[in-house]
C-alpha cells in the first residue's frame, strides 16, 4: 500500500495508520500528481501531506432512558494557511478519523481552488443519526461542540452541516458555543443554520445551481448552450433535484433521473416541477405520467448531452466508463467517477468538470452567510445566487486555462490550481520558527 506521508525518521517512513485511510491515501495521490504538473516545492508537499491538527474527544450522552452512551468524535484540522479552518460534521457509523482526515484535505484543496479565504477541516461522530431520538441528538451535538470548543470559533474553525446533520444541528452548535461564551451571540461560529438565527437565503439550492452553472459553462466552452441539451440526472436529493429544476428552468430537456429506488425515463423532458411535487405527494419517482421506468446503471449510459451524477461516490469507475455516451460529467456529488475512470474518459473525449469546482456551491454560500453575520447585513437572494456564480465560473476558466495549458483533465488541472494557490501563500507566510 502507498505510504500516505513521505517522511522519513531514523531511515523508517513515518505514517500513522489512520492515513492509510482509502479516501485520505486518494487525496495524497491527487496531491502528488498535482505536485508533478505544476512543479511544487517539495517541503510544501510534504507539509500538506499530514492534517497539522487532528482533535479527537469522547462524547458521553445521557439517552432517553437515562442510560449514558459514550461515542467518539473528531474534529481533523488540515491546514490553515489561506483563512480559518472550514468544513462540515457528518454523523455516520462509518465515520473514522482516517475518513475525516481525508475529507478535511479535500476541502483544503477545494476552498484553494475556489478561491475562498478558507483552510480546510472536517468533522464528525461515529453514530447512526436515524437511531437516536431528537433529544439525544441534541444532547449528543452539545457535548460534541462543548469539546471541541477551545478549538473552533468565527475567525478560527467554523464548521457546517454534511451527511447526518442538519440547520437544526448547526442552531444546536452556535447556542452551545454562543452560552459557553458568556450566553454572547456568535453566528458566525458555524454556516448552515436556519434564516431565523443568521442562516442565508439560498444556502438549500445552492449546491445544486452551481451544478447548473458549471454544467452551462462546458456546454459554452464546446460553443452550445444549455437551452434545448439533453440532460440525465442521478439522484434526486438536495443537490440532483435543485440542479433537476435549474436546467428545466433554462430550457434543457431533463430526459432521465433516478434514486435509490431507481429511474423514470421520457425522452421528450419530464416536467421538473410537477415532478417534485409528484415525489413530496408520492415519497418515490416511480408512477410519474408518461414516464417509463429504468434502472440506475441504464441512467448512466443514456447517450445525453450532459450526465449529472448528484447520488454516490465512484459510480463510473475504469470497468464501466467505456460505456459512458454523455459528451459532458459534471459531478455533483462527491467522487463519482474515479480518478482512473477521469483520464479515460478525457482520452474518450468526455469533458469531466470535478467535484471541488462543481458542487462548490454549498461552501460558497456558506462563506456568503459567515460575511454576512459578521457583518449583520443580510442579502437579497439575487445577490447571492449572482456572487455565487461569478465565483464559480472564475474557479472554471482558470481551471480550463492550465486544463489546456498543461494538457490535461479538468481534474488534474483543478488540483494543480488548487496546490499552486497553497503553495504561493505558504512559501510568503514562511515557516514558524524560522
Ligand atoms: P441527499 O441525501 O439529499 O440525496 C441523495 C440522493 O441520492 C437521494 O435521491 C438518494 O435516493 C440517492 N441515492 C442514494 N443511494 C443511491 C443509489 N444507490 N443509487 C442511486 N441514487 C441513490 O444528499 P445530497 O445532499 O443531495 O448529496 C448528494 C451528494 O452530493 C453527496 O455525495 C454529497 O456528499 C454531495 N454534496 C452535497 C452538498 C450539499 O450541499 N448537499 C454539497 C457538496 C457535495
Given at each position: 500500500?502507498?505510504?500516505?506521508?513521505?517522511?522519513?525518521?531514523?531511515?523508517?517512513?513515518?505514517?500513522?495508520?489512520?492515513?492509510?485511510?482509502?479516501?485520505?491515501?486518494?487525496?495524497?495521490?491527487?496531491?502528488?500528481?498535482?505536485?508533478?504538473?505544476?512543479?511544487?516545492?517539495?517541503?510544501?508537499?510534504?507539509?500538506?501531506?499530514?492534517?497539522?491538527?487532528?482533535?479527537?474527544?469522547?462524547?458521553?450522552?445521557?439517552?432517553?432512558?437515562?442510560?449514558?452512551?459514550?461515542?467518539?468524535?473528531?474534529?481533523?484540522?488540515?491546514?490553515?494557511?489561506?483563512?480559518?479552518?472550514?468544513?462540515?460534521?457528518?454523523?455516520?457509523?462509518?465515520?473514522?478519523?482516517?475518513?475525516?482526515?481525508?475529507?478535511?484535505?479535500?476541502?483544503?484543496?477545494?476552498?484553494?481552488?475556489?478561491?475562498?479565504?478558507?483552510?480546510?477541516?472536517?468533522?464528525?461522530?461515529?453514530?447512526?443519526?436515524?437511531?437516536?431520538?431528537?433529544?439525544?441528538?441534541?444532547?449528543?451535538?452539545?457535548?460534541?461542540?462543548?469539546?471541541?470548543?477551545?478549538?473552533?470559533?468565527?475567525?478560527?474553525?467554523?464548521?457546517?452541516?454534511?451527511?447526518?446533520?442538519?440547520?437544526?444541528?448547526?442552531?444546536w452548535m452556535m447556542d452551545t458555543y454562543s452560552q459557553e461564551q458568556g450566553g454572547f451571540t456568535q453566528p458566525g461560529v458555524v454556516t448552515g443554520k436556519p434564516v431565523e438565527i443568521g442562516g442565508t437565503l439560498g444556502r438549500v439550492g445552492a449546491t445544486g445551481l452551481g451544478v447548473i452553472f458549471t454544467t452551462e459553462r462546458a456546454f459554452e466552452t464546446q460553443g452550445r448552450k444549455i437551452s434545448g441539451s439533453s440532460i440525465a440526472i442521478q439522484?434526486?436529493?438536495?443537490?440532483?433535484?435543485?440542479?433537476?429544476?435549474?436546467?428545466?428552468?433554462?430550457?434543457?430537456?431533463?430526459?432521465?433521473?433516478?434514486?435509490?429506488?431507481?429511474?423514470?425515463?421520457?425522452?421528450?423532458?419530464?416536467?421538473?416541477?410537477?415532478?417534485?411535487?409528484?415525489?413530496?405527494?408520492?415519497?418515490?419517482?416511480?408512477?410519474?405520467?408518461?414516464a417509463k421506468e429504468i434502472t440506475n446503471e441504464e441512467l448512466l449510459f443514456l447517450p445525453v448531452d450532459a450526465l449529472l451524477p448528484c447520488a454516490l461516490d465512484g459510480v463510473i469507475d475504469e470497468k464501466n466508463a467505456h460505456n459512458i455516451k454523455a459528451k459532458i460529467i459534471v459531478e455533483g456529488a462527491n467522487g463519482p467517477v474515479t480518478i482512473n475512470a477521469t483520464k479515460i474518459l478525457h482520452r474518450m473525449g468526455v469533458f469531466v468538470a470535478p467535484d471541488i469546482i462543481a458542487n462548490g456551491g454549498g461552501v460558497i454560500v456558506s462563506y456568503f452567510e459567515w460575511v454576512q453575520d459578521i457583518m449583520s447585513f443580510f442579502w437579497e437572494e439575487d445577490d447571492i445566487n449572482d456572487k455565487l456564480k461569478s465565483i464559480i465560473i472564475k474557479a472554471f476558466d482558470t481551471t480550463y486555462k492550465t486544463a489546456h495549458e498543461k494538457k490535461v483533465d479538468m481534474r488534474s488541472a483543478a488540483m494543480g490550481v488548487a496546490i499552486k494557490r497553497l503553495e504561493k501563500a505558504m512559501l510568503l507566510r514562511g515557516l514558524y520558527p524560522r
Open positions: 500500500m502507498n505510504q500516505a506521508t513521505p517522511h522519513e525518521s531514523n531511515g523508517k517512513i513515518f505514517a500513522p495508520d489512520f492515513l492509510n485511510h482509502p479516501l485520505f491515501l486518494n487525496a495524497a495521490q491527487g496531491l502528488d500528481e498535482a505536485a508533478q504538473l505544476m512543479n511544487i516545492d517539495s517541503n510544501i508537499i510534504n507539509r500538506l501531506k499530514v492534517p497539522r491538527k487532528c482533535i479527537s474527544v469522547a462524547v458521553p450522552v445521557r439517552m432517553d432512558d437515562r442510560s449514558v452512551k459514550v461515542y467518539m468524535g473528531y474534529r481533523v484540522q488540515y491546514n490553515a494557511t489561506l483563512g480559518p479552518y472550514k468544513g462540515g460534521v457528518r454523523y455516520h457509523q462509518n465515520v473514522d478519523l482516517g475518513e475525516v482526515a481525508g475529507l478535511a484535505a479535500l476541502m483544503t484543496f477545494k476552498n484553494s481552488v475556489l478561491g475562498l479565504p478558507y483552510g480546510g477541516a472536517k468533522g464528525g461522530i461515529t453514530i447512526d443519526p436515524r437511531v437516536l431520538s431528537r433529544t439525544e441528538k441534541q444532547n449528543l451535538t452539545r457535548r460534541y461542540t462543548s469539546e471541541i470548543a477551545p478549538f473552533i470559533g468565527p475567525t478560527k474553525d467554523i464548521p457546517a452541516p454534511d451527511v447526518g446533520t442538519d440547520a437544526q444541528t448547526m442552531a439522484g434526486f436529493g438536495n443537490v440532483g433535484s435543485h440542479a433537476a429544476l435549474c436546467a428545466f428552468e433554462r430550457g434543457a430537456k431533463v430526459i432521465a433521473v433516478s434514486d435509490v429506488d431507481g429511474g423514470i425515463f421520457n425522452g421528450d423532458g419530464l416536467n421538473i416541477p410537477q415532478l417534485k411535487l409528484h415525489f413530496e405527494t408520492q415519497k418515490t419517482l416511480k408512477g410519474f405520467p408518461g
